[in-house]
């Protein structure tokens, strides 16, 4: 079983509306997390980190639930510019640092 | 700061030749990681460093890769002998550490195996 798991799209979604991702991870070890967003050809950028009270960002909000070991990002009011693949992001203290796992990815398109 | 600094960011060889992908990453993070993407697999994370030390190589796919960090303001990650499989996006990021911090990209060295 892969460490982080995504479901990898595509979700296409008319502008305006909402969607929503979930990740699964495997360990249960796991300490911080986070969401990445990547646009196409480039690199990943850092979208927001997830809290485990939630923690919202604008149209953005992030859920972490420990005991089910998933983690989620909802999307309100969809734009154009949020196509983008959205990776989940693991982070687990190892015996020497700390180790940044990434989902595969789940692609976003906005469409008209 | 100019951020994560990968070179070349594009690279076509033959198989079989060495191949060397370089990393200078933020000053003053204390981690480095390189991460390979490819659509089939994602990115799949193939070793990282703290304070120039080798931490987890458990990625590294075989014998043909290496990395080293001689010192804390560069990277190499190298393949020798390169195969067509080895195709893909090598991205470089680094991060101060600890539980929350940010980890940077750098804008990935695109390799072609032919």
């Known amino acids: 079983r892969k460490e982080v798991e995504q479901d990898p799209g595509p979700f296409n979604v008319p502008e305006g509306a909402t969607v929503a991702f979930n990740c699964t991870y495997s360990n249960s070890a796991s300490q911080s997390f986070f969401w990445y967003r990547q646009d196409c050809r480039k690199e990943p950028k850092l979208l927001m980190s997830?809290?485990?009270s939630g923690n919202e960002d604008g149209r953005f909000t992030a859920q972490l639930n420990r005991a089910s070991q998933y983690i989620s990002l909802l999307i309100r009011d969809s734009k154009l510019s949020d196509s983008a693949t959205y990776l989940c992001v693991v982070n687990r203290v190892t015996g020497g640092g700390n180790k940044l796992t990434f989902g595969t990815g789940t692609q976003l398109k906005v469409e008209l | 700061d100019a951020g994560v600094i990968q070179s070349p960011r594009h690279e076509v060889t033959e198989m079989g030749q060495e191949v060397t992908l370089r990393c200078k990453p933020i000053s003053g993070h204390d981690y480095l990681f390189w991460y390979r993407q490819t659509m089939m697999r994602g990115l799949e994370l193939l070793i990282y460093?703290?304070?120039?030390?080798?931490?987890?190589d458990s990625g590294m796919p075989e014998d043909r890769f290496s990395a080293k960090m001689p010192n804390a303001s560069f990277s190499t990650l190298k393949i020798q002998p390169s195969e067509p499989r080895d195709s893909a996006v090598y991205f470089c990021?680094?991060?101060?550490?600890?539980?929350?911090?940010?980890?940077?990209f750098g804008q990935g060295t695109r390799l072609t195996v032919v």
């Open positions: 997830v809290y485990s």
């Open positions: 460093f703290n304070n120039n030390v080798p931490i987890d």
């Open positions: 990021a680094s991060s101060i550490g600890g539980q929350r911090t940010e980890a940077f």
